[in-house]
């Protein structure tokens, strides 16, 4: 059975993940959402998924940051770190740039048509034309930075916030300071306008909601929430919610989201609650004054809405059953672990620099948060036996298990505690899924039996301990028969271990701390990766290194076995991924797409494919295309086969500038040199008409052969006919030469050695002349 396993060669990017929103503004049109990516604003497409669009540049270490955007349904307007300000079109193409007036950042862009409304840290609001991109008024009054500006749709007017807690309106056309907002205590976080245009509300860090008239200075509510609020909108005057607490109102709701984590919606005509959010995903803010929902917006065409998290995540909600629609992960920070769960690989769940774990629908990449852990989760692990099970482990200390229920729902059924450190490392039993390994910074080894019926966050019985290493376990594994445990550990060394943990074996020979451990499926065959490099195999039975890979220029994070045990696929810090034969012990491939270290990789069921992530925050999908590329490779052989049977068919039937044609498209400079030659033998002028009546881009490719003819001296007579023709075709203009320096610069050098040399066996034969008329006289005495 092993014989007929196809290995496998090569391996192409079947989709990427990384980071569409990173922090900052974002904005809502159509199906697209615009989220600010670093140096580039991305337009999330929410019915796909996907992001299908970057504005902007791609992000590096010298990009011109974007500190905050503005869109429309045509434009999108930037500004940058470095004083700029971009206009960019919905495809990405740059319109212009111009410099802000601005002392400092830009915090707030606002676009109203042909208008642009800027706020700065210098407390200034400044309105942009457009059709120009001049500056048309600068409007001042306000203390310290303007990051609340919105145009009055109805009247031509702007308002902006500061840091006072006022709010100051402008006239559009005079720039003349109208009505000036008192009643807020704090920083006023946002202001929305309702739909009749007469009225507003404003909310703030002093934990309270205003509704305004406009052109009123005084407030007509003041509903205090005991929240710091973040956010406002207004929602529909007729109102119906079915979920839990729901409620059924006419009249002037807002929505306001802050640091409790919930959607809470106010009647403001009653300055009353009328409903809270039983079923959020955020968190609630750790500490009083921290974030939990940075921003809140409001759909009206879907009767949706989408509730920002200060960690970057997005959940969409309805507005009817408040049930979750999608959510989507702006930034994962470092991937650190990622596993396939779920049947047939629906699921993929990833451990990041969060105590949430990432549950993607493989299809969709549609995100659940699996709450639970209380700090950094660090390792999963995957049941064989039960393809619905995960194993979770974490710096709080803890293991949990978890179950994958139907519609995708994840609950935790089960939590163990025991470990007095981070748990680094954890893995499934194969043939039953009835015990667990777990393995920690403590030294400690454990052994967890895992429940045959499950209940919601049920105590796991750890069966027994051991210490196992010198220094904190990286990494742990459990045989396919479930008889053998292997650890890895940062004291260098991995042990082998009995079900029961008795000491079987100690594999020394890593000159630095292991990271991976792995049983082979078939074979008494254990795999170590570490620090210092390198891949070992290692017989079980005997303790012996057996093999050494090496090819990794860094630490190898993460290594697997993959065709049924006759290669090994790794990842490591140098970013790359590499595929290995075992048994030449050689390096089939490297894959580079990464652009930090590899954390972790995992193989799907079948073996068709891999994801990778790292700390570049990147989730890579790869596929097998092995037999394409060696379909295409056979498709390529018989295609060269065919095309020079009719390269030889046309040289047979005298037809040489067909086959010229066909040996310059196929770029083989040996075949057409041999065809050139042909043509000099029946006279130059024929190579002169051949070469006239080639395209220019076939002109071109016989200049390239032209400089590879010319390095030997035995063709140098034929590149230099050709080349000459060439010239001429040049200085008549009927040839426009691409790269033609480059082309010069490696034909001069070659060219003056041929002169040279020819020049020298101009002289040798002129003297053989000279010799032989100095001859002829005592010849003819003789």
């Not at 997005?314 to 650190?336: A, P, R």
């Not at 299809?363 to 989760?377: I, P, R, S």
């Not at 394409?628 to 040289?651: C, F, G, P, S, T």
Request: hydrophobic share 40%; with cysteine; aromatic share 8%.
């Amino acid at each position: 059975m092993i014989s007929n396993v196809k290995m496998k060669e090569e391996f192409d990017v079947e989709s990427k993940h990384g980071a569409f929103y990173t922090g900052g503004n974002l904005e809502w049109h159509h199906n697209l959402l615009f989220c600010q990516n670093k140096s580039s604003v991305s337009l999330l497409d929410i019915d796909k998924g996907v992001v299908v669009l970057e504005v902007g540049e791609k992000y590096s270490e010298a990009s011109d940051l974007v500190q905050t955007f503005t869109a429309d349904r045509d434009q999108v307007v930037t500004s940058h770190k470095s004083g700029s300000i971009k206009l960019w079109k919905h495809d990405g193409a740059l319109v212009k740039t111009w410099k802000s007036i601005h002392k400092g950042p830009i915090v707030r862009l606002v676009l109203n048509g042909s208008l642009l409304a800027s706020g700065g840290s210098d407390g200034n609001v400044r309105i942009w034309n457009m059709e120009n991109q001049m500056c048309v008024l600068g409007l001042k009054g306000l203390f310290g930075i303007v990051n609340v500006v919105e145009f009055h749709s109805g009247r031509e007017l702007v308002f902006a916030s500061g840091d006072d807690g006022k709010i100051a309106t402008w006239c559009l056309k005079t720039g003349t300071s109208m009505v000036t907002y008192n009643g807020h205590f704090s920083k006023v976080t946002a202001i929305t306008f309702h739909e009749d245009t007469q009225h507003f509300v404003s909310c703030g860090r002093d934990r309270v909601i205003m509704l305004w008239t406009v052109g009123v200075a005084t407030a007509v509510r003041v509903v205090p929430t005991y929240e710091t609020l973040e956010d406002i909108v207004f929602l529909p005057n007729v109102l119906r919610i079915t979920a839990k607490g729901g409620v059924d109102s006419e009249g002037m709701h807002v929505a306001t989201v802050g640091s409790n984590g919930l959607v809470r919606i106010w009647d403001m005509g009653k300055s009353a609650e009328i409903f809270v959010q039983t079923n959020s995903l955020v968190s609630k803010a750790k500490e009083d004054g921290r974030l939990a929902i940075q921003k809140l917006l409001f759909d009206k065409e879907r009767d949706m809405f989408a509730v920002v998290a200060a960690d970057q995540t997005i959940v969409l909600h309805e507005l009817t059953t408040f049930n979750v629609v999608k959510q989507f992960v702006g930034f994962s920070d470092e991937i650190l672990d990622v596993v396939f769960v779920g049947k047939n690989d629906s699921h993929i769940a990833v451990a990041t620099n969060s105590e949430d774990i990432k549950l993607y629908e493989s299809a969709t990449m549609n995100c659940n948060l699996l709450k639970g852990h209380t700090d950094l989760v660090l390792a999963l692990s995957a049941s064989k036996v039960n393809c619905n099970l995960l194993l979770s482990s974490a710096k709080d200390n803890t293991i949990r298990l978890w179950r994958l229920f139907e519609k995708g729902i994840c609950e935790c059924v089960g939590i163990g505690m025991a470990h007095t450190g981070s748990v680094d490392s954890i893995a499934f039993s194969n043939l039953t899924a009835t015990f667990a390994i777990s393995a920690s910074q403590d030294t400690c080894l454990k052994v967890w039996e895992l429940p045959s019926k499950f209940e919601k966050n049920s105590n796991l019985l750890c069966k027994c301990t051991e210490v196992a290493h010198q220094k904190g376990i990286n990494s742990v594994a459990v045989s396919p028969n479930d008889k053998i445990i292997a650890t890895g550990s940062q004291d260098k060394t991995a042990k082998l271990w009995t079900d029961s943990l008795e000491l079987i074996g100690v594999l020394h020979g890593h000159k630095r701390g292991i990271w991976c451990v792995r049983f082979s499926p078939v074979d008494q065959i254990v795999l170590t990766s570490s620090t210092d490099g390198a891949i070992k195999l290692w017989s079980i039975t005997t303790l012996n290194c057996l093999k050494t890979f090496e090819g990794h220029d860094a630490s190898v994070h993460r290594a697997e076995f993959i065709s049924n045990g006759m290669q090994i696929l790794s990842g490591g810090a140098d970013g790359l991924i590499k595929l290995f034969n075992i048994k030449t012990a050689e390096c089939v491939n490297t894959f580079d797409q990464h652009e930090a270290r590899v954390w972790t990789l995992a193989i799907n069921q079948n073996e068709t494919g891999f994801i990778t992530g790292g700390a570049d925050s990147f989730l890579i999908k790869w596929k097998d295309v092995t037999e394409d590329r060696l379909r295409e490779k056979a498709n390529d052989a018989n295609k060269r086969i065919l095309q020079e049977q009719q390269i030889n068919n046309y040289l047979q039937n005298d037809e040489l500038l067909k086959a010229l044609t066909l040996a310059l498209n196929l770029a083989r400079p040996f075949q057409t040199l041999k065809i050139v030659q042909l043509i000099i033998k029946k006279g130059d002028y024929g190579l002169t008409d051949t070469i006239h009546q080639l395209r220019n881009d076939q002109k071109d490719a016989l200049l390239k052969c032209v400089t590879d003819w010319n390095t030997n001296s035995h063709n140098c007579h034929s590149a230099q006919l050709v080349l000459n023709i060439l010239m001429k075709e040049m200085q008549t203009g009927h040839f426009w030469p691409v790269g033609l320096n480059n082309a010069v610069e490696e034909i001069l050098p070659y060219t003056d050695r041929h002169f040279k040399r020819l020049s020298k066996l101009m002289q040798d034969l002129h003297f053989i002349n000279y010799t032989i008329n100095c001859m002829q006289p005592h010849a003819k005495n003789k």
